[in-house]
């Protein structure tokens, strides 16, 4: 989302971590169990982030009072949208087309950026940016996946699980923006929705054993992250958060989301004296501990390179493109 507010400057340029909600939507039920008898959890932990993220919105939203500044800027001619809101309303849409506050006060109120968690010792800011969103579109759109996405996982693995790949990813999604993106501000729960995504393929992978359907839940699972990482090669979209929170999350999806093989759920129907030994499987172990190694290892590495003021473009030339390809309809700022 380009922006033009004359506070920023050459920073005026926020990053949206966009998605889409139909394709999240189409990856919450693709395959049924062959075990029916797992308990299943009530969800009140993603209904709770929804409301905190349409809460978090309201206050930035309050405390840019456009009607105040556009006054102070002397700019005459931008006026607020949906003025009726008084406080409340919207940047023109010059300077916000998807309905939301100033760049300016996205900065202020902890945003993703580079120079201020590096120089500043801001590193709040690689969570605070995950609970912000550039406009009210914005919110929709990422609050509706959410639901459709996080809701039957919460029913499946339960709030602590889910809670912790969802902050994780987000986490793990605003470490990569920040060694990539450097000149612009990031914000948006995109990088956590991706994570969700990522832990649906690798809990699909390891525990591959109980389910059918499992070709096109995997055709299906992976065709949705493809579409969805194409959209973020647009300009003004943070895909680097996208990666960062999809590569996180299908590591938590290894070490948070296995289910006990078909033989230790079934094993009370076992003759007398034919016990099963191990509740996972050999392959489950192995990628249990190979994924929290390299959990580890990349958040221990991306935050050492973060603070010590790495720019990643410079270990990898050809990776800004993965977040923005310039053809002759746009232009990349990066």
């Given at each position: ?47 709770v ?40 309303s919207?940047?023109p849409?010059?300077?916000?087309p ?7 006060t ?17 590193g ?7 609970w912000?969103?550039?406009g ?33 990813a ?52 992976l ?10 090669i ?101």
């Open positions: 989302m380009a922006s033009e507010d004359p506070e920023r400057g050459r920073r005026g340029f926020v990053k949206n971590r966009g998605n889409n909600t139909n394709d999240y939507a189409s990856t919450t039920t693709p395959y049924l169990m062959q075990e029916e008898a797992d308990e299943y959890w009530t969800s009140w932990l993603i209904p982030v929804v409301v905190a993220n349409i809460a978090v919105f309201i206050v930035v939203m309050y405390i840019n009072n456009c009607p105040k500044h556009i006054r102070q800027s002397g700019y005459d001619n931008h006026k607020c949208v949906a003025r009726f809101l008084g406080r409340l919207f940047e849409l010059s300077e916000n998807l309905f939301g506050p100033s760049s300016a996205l900065e202020k109120m902890g945003a993703l950026e580079w120079s201020k968690i590096v120089h500043k010792h801001q709040w800011r690689l969570i605070t940016c995950i912000i969103h550039a009210l579109i914005h919110l929709l759109v990422n609050m509706l996946s959410l639901v459709f996405i996080g809701i039957r996982l919460e029913q499946q693995f339960g709030f602590a699980r889910i809670g912790i790949i969802y902050l994780l987000g986490f793990g999604g605003s470490i990569l923006s920040s060694l990539f993106i450097q000149n612009s501000i990031s914000v948006g729960a995109s990088g956590a929705l991706f994570g969700l995504l990522g832990a649906m393929l690798s809990e699909l992978i390891t525990n591959w054993t109980i389910y059918t359907n499992k070709a096109a839940a995997l055709l299906t699972l065709l949705v992250v493809l579409i969805n990482l194409a959209v973020g647009l300009p003004h979209v943070d895909n680097f958060a996208h990666i960062g929170g999809f590569l996180s999350g299908f590591l938590l999806g290894f070490v948070l989301l296995p289910r006990p093989h078909i033989g230790w759920l079934t094993r009370q129907n076992l003759p007398t004296g034919v016990g099963i030994k191990s509740k996972y499987k050999a392959y489950q172990i192995v990628l249990w501990l190979v994924s929290l190694i390299l959990l580890i290892a990349g958040f221990t590495v991306g935050l050492v390179m973060l603070f010590r003021g790495d720019n990643g473009n410079k270990h990898c030339h050809w990776c800004h493109y993965l977040s923005c390809v310039p053809t002759s309809k746009w232009k990349c700022n990066e």
